[in-house]
T-cell receptor, first 114, second 111 residues
Framework: KAGVTQTPRYLIKTRGQQVTLSCSPISGHRSVSWYQQTPGQGLQFLFEYFSETQRNKGNFPGRFSGRQFSNSRSEMNVSTLELGDSALYLC?????????????FGPGTRLTVL | AQRVTQPEKLLSVFKGAPVELKCNYSYSGSPELFWYVQYSRQRLQLLLRHISRESIKGFTADLNKGETSFHLKKPFAQEEDSAMYYCALSGLNSGNTPLVFGKGTRLSVIA
């Protein structure tokens, strides 16, 4: 099976812009989770989607949003970018029914906000 | 609320020495605990989970509910064990509990 893929791999934006990141899960996986990874805070949970419904949400401002399509592909959007949004954004998919099943991670999208 | 604490940011050990990476958690329900590992230039991947009770690459971890700990251990460290290790927690069989990670411990095995 092909692994989780994320596009783009690298992105440079300026403050105030918005950005959309894409994630394609492993075939057959219906759960997709997003994480923000930074050197200071480590891995922080953003949100999880299961069968096109947001099932869980982390403590991030409303500028961070996401969605999942019927083919389980997911996108996350960050509006009005701030310098502090610079991070590696990881997507993970899971084949289980519940949020704590084994997560398979993508390579990440490195976002730099100038 | 769920919380995972990894007290050590960096742990350096000599090759052949025992390794213990500490993980403490806080969760009111039945926990499901995991260790994930990220080797240099590789993706984050599952190392082991407590319900499977497996030993992976010589690593083991025992869930201690009394001490709310899930420490990762290996009797003899190898250079290829050098990596970033993350402890993670979710609710057992719960669709309403996301996976929460600790901040990670970087293990450096010195030859």
């Amino acid at each position: 099976k092909a692994g989780v893929t994320q596009t783009p791999r690298y992105l440079i934006k300026t403050r105030g812009q918005q950005v959309t990141l894409s994630c394609s899960p492993i075939s057959g996986h219906r759960s997709v989770s997003w994480y923000q990874q930074t050197p200071g805070q480590g891995l922080q949970f953003l949100f999880e989607y299961f069968s096109e419904t947001q099932r869980n949400k982390g403590n991030f401002p409303g500028r961070f949003s996401g969605r999942q399509f019927s083919n389980s592909r997911s996108e996350m959007n960050v509006s009005t970018l701030e310098l502090g949004d610079s991070a590696l954004y990881l997507c993970a998919s899971s084949g289980g029914q519940w949020g704590g099943d084994e997560q398979f991670f993508g390579p990440g999208t490195r976002l730099t906000v100038l | 609320a769920q919380r995972v604490t990894q007290p050590e940011k960096l742990l350096s050990v000599f090759k052949g020495a025992p390794v213990e990476l500490k993980c403490n958690y806080s969760y009111s329900g039945s926990p499901e605990l995991f260790w994930y590992v990220q080797y240099s230039r590789q993706r984050l991947q599952l190392l082991l989970r407590h319900i499977s009770r497996e030993s992976i690459k010589g690593f083991t971890a025992d869930l201690n509910k009394g001490e709310t700990s899930f420490h990762l251990k290996k009797p003899f460290a190898q250079e290829e064990d050098s990596a970033m290790y993350y402890c993670a927690l979710s609710g057992l069989n719960s669709g309403n509990t996301p996976l929460v990670f600790g901040k990670g411990t970087r293990l450096s095995v010195i030859a």
